[in-house]
């Protein structure tokens, strides 16, 4: 494992995407920066974060061809990873809201940003970058953000919270590899957020209806039974959660 440590990057998934092109890199490689000037969300939205006091940082993992169909499961395996060492440090009521947000309660602590390169069907390389709040305590204009030190009431050593998230997620590709995909799918969905409570939804219209979330179908769709029984799947860009 080679960590990068930098003062500022536009983007650290950006940065790692841009050092794979015309080199090898080895698995493993971290980017880490006290500062991101454009840090990158889901769905093309912004990650802001406070210079030096979180850690913003894109993983590379190589996939060897591991087919498309299952992306879900790195979701799956880096959520769990982020989920397992906030557990270890006590932050009450954690969650992951679908697809991979960590909550504590109903507040967002940590964002993840994976983005896969494709041969074809097969990911040949995925860069997951985490964003993850640690001792920001001002979030304005941010109302469902939260960070460690707000929860827990103390800062934490950026460092020492890296090697932890890392070293979980070098555990879960380990499971991954030995194929323990249903065990996998079983963890992330009995921690997943409002499972079987009545929640509330907005269409891509902007309409709001509700159901229950029961579950994430193969290809990682969010499965919601909706009030008239009917069992529907929705991907990111067709459903958004209310916290
Ligand atoms: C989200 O919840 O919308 C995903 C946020 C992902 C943020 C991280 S910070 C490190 C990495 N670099 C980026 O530009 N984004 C991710």
């Not at 979030?139 to 460690?148: C, D, K, Q, R």
């Amino acid at each position: 494992m080679q960590i990068i440590k930098l003062n500022a990057t536009d983007s650290t998934n950006a940065h790692l995407k841009k050092m794979l092109v015309g080199q090898t890199l080895d698995d493993f490689t971290v980017v880490v920066a006290s500062e991101q000037t454009n840090g990158r969300g889901q769905i093309g939205t912004n990650w802001t974060s406070e210079a030096g006091k979180n850690l913003t940082f894109s993983i590379l993992k190589k996939m060897n061809g591991f087919a498309v169909d299952h992306q879900f499961l790195l979701n799956i395996c880096v959520s769990l990873a982020v989920f397992n060492t906030l557990k270890a440090i006590h932050i009450p009521d954690l969650s992951i809201k679908w697809p991979n947000d960590i909550l504590s309660g109903s507040s967002k602590v940590c964002g993840i940003l994976i983005e896969n390169t494709l041969a074809g069907n097969q990911i040949q390389a995925s860069v997951i970058g985490i964003g993850l709040n640690v001792n920001q305590t001002n979030f304005t204009n941010l109302p469902n953000a939260t960070s460690i030190k707000l929860l827990l009431g103390r800062s934490f050593d950026l460092d020492e919270l890296l090697n932890m998230v890392l070293t979980n997620l070098e555990k879960i590709f380990i499971s991954l590899e030995k194929g323990g995909n249903n065990t996998l799918w079983t963890a992330y969905e009995n921690v997943l957020f409002r499972k079987n409570k009545p929640s509330t939804f907005q269409n891509g219209a902007g309409d709001y209806f509700m159901g229950f979330i029961t579950g994430v179908s193969e290809m990682g769709k969010l499965l919601v039974t909706l009030e008239d029984d009917v069992l529907k799947e929705f991907n990111l860009k067709e459903v958004k959660l209310l916290y």
